[in-house]
Each structure stands twice: as structure tokens, then as C-alpha cells.
Nanobody, 115 residues
């Protein structure tokens, strides 16, 4: 069992920055990949960025160059640094942890970008 708790969302003006955090607890050693997804109103949840246990990263084309995913294994935390925010980045951002058998999700954190 893995529990994920996100934080760091908020209201920000276009062009601004935010850093989202996701703290994992429980069976940390079983996690293979951690990632951030987002879901805007009326849209499907989409992958934003992911990082493997070995540190390999993957980004959606729409966020490349603006978003950076990183992890601090000493704190069991994954971060998503979001720069140059756009109104279309407005969404609920969810942390995800993938083990061999299960997907785990956090409760989500709202990011709202005003124009």
C-alpha cells in the first residue's frame, strides 16, 4: 500500500511559477515510476511528467521546457516545478505511483492560472 499527499497548488498569474510536491509513504520500495497527471474540467486525465526509480524522465510535449520533474529519495518526495504558466495549464494535478501490480493516486491539488 502506498499513500500519496500532494501540496503546492494555488492561484497564479500567467507567466508565473509553482512547485508541486508529492510525499509518498507506505511500501515505497515497491514503486517503479512516479508521475504527475492533470485533469482540466471536461477533459480526460493526462500524463504531464514521470520519473522512474532510476531517474529517467518523460514529459508531455505540451509542457517540455516549462515543467521539470525531480525526486528526493531521502524525503520520499517527488516535485514538479512549473514555470511560464499558461491559462491552459489550469487543472487538478494528481500525483501517481506505479508498482508492479497497482496504480496509486493522491487526492489532487488545484492549479489555477489567470490571464
Amino acid at each position: 500500500q502506498v499513500t500519496l499527499v500532494e501540496s503546492g497548488g494555488g492561484l497564479v498569474q500567467a507567466g508565473g511559477s509553482l512547485r508541486l510536491s508529492c510525499v509518498a509513504s507506505g511500501s515505497i520500495s515497491t514503486i517503479n515510476v512516479m508521475g504527475w497527471y492533470r485533469q482540466a474540467p471536461g477533459k480526460q486525465r493526462e500524463l504531464v511528467a514521470a520519473i522512474t526509480s532510476g531517474g529517467t524522465t518523460n514529459y508531455a510535449d505540451s509542457v517540455k521546457g516549462r515543467f521539470t520533474i525531480s525526486r528526493d529519495n531521502t524525503k520520499n518526495t517527488v516535485y514538479l516545478q512549473i514555470n511560464s504558466l499558461k491559462p491552459e495549464d489550469t487543472a487538478v494535478y494528481y500525483c501517481n505511483a506505479k508498482t508492479r501490480l497497482w496504480d496509486y493516486w493522491g487526492q489532487g491539488t488545484q492549479v489555477t492560472v489567470s490571464s
